[in-house]
Nanobody, 121 residues
């Protein structure tokens, strides 16, 4: 079992940057692949980025490739999402998620409560 708490969301102008953080509880954080998903109003939740247990392998949705970077710190039990060149279509609630596997499957087993990101045009 792992508990996840996101932070770092907010309001930013188009072209700006934000960094989301997700703090995880538990001593086995390094055994989980970690993901970020997002859900915009009226849309289904979608995968944004994922990172393997060691941080060595990352995956991104096509819509964010080249703009977002996922990383993790297994000492601090934290995963990050650096978001640059933000667009209004990035507006959504962003969720941190953990997978019961070392490698990214894009299927979450545990969810955080979400943090709102709003990008104004």
């Amino acid at each position: 079992q792992v508990q996840l708490v996101e932070s770092g969301g907010g309001l930013v102008q188009a072209g700006g940057s934000l960094r989301l953080s997700c703090a995880a509880s538990g001593r086995t954080f390094s055994s989980y692949a970690m993901d970020w998903f997002r859900q915009a109003p009226g849309k289904e939740r979608e995968f944004v980025a994922g990172v393997s247990w060691s941080g060595g392998v990352t995956h991104y949705a096509d819509s964010v490739t080249g703009r977002f970077t996922i990383s993790r710190d297994n000492v601090k039990n934290t995963v990050y999402l650096q978001m640059n060149s933000l667009k209004p279509e990035d507006t959504a609630v962003y969720y941190c998620a953990a997978e019961n596997t070392a490698w990214v499957r894009r299927e979450a087993d545990y969810w955080g409560q979400g943090t709102q990101v709003t990008v104004s045009s």
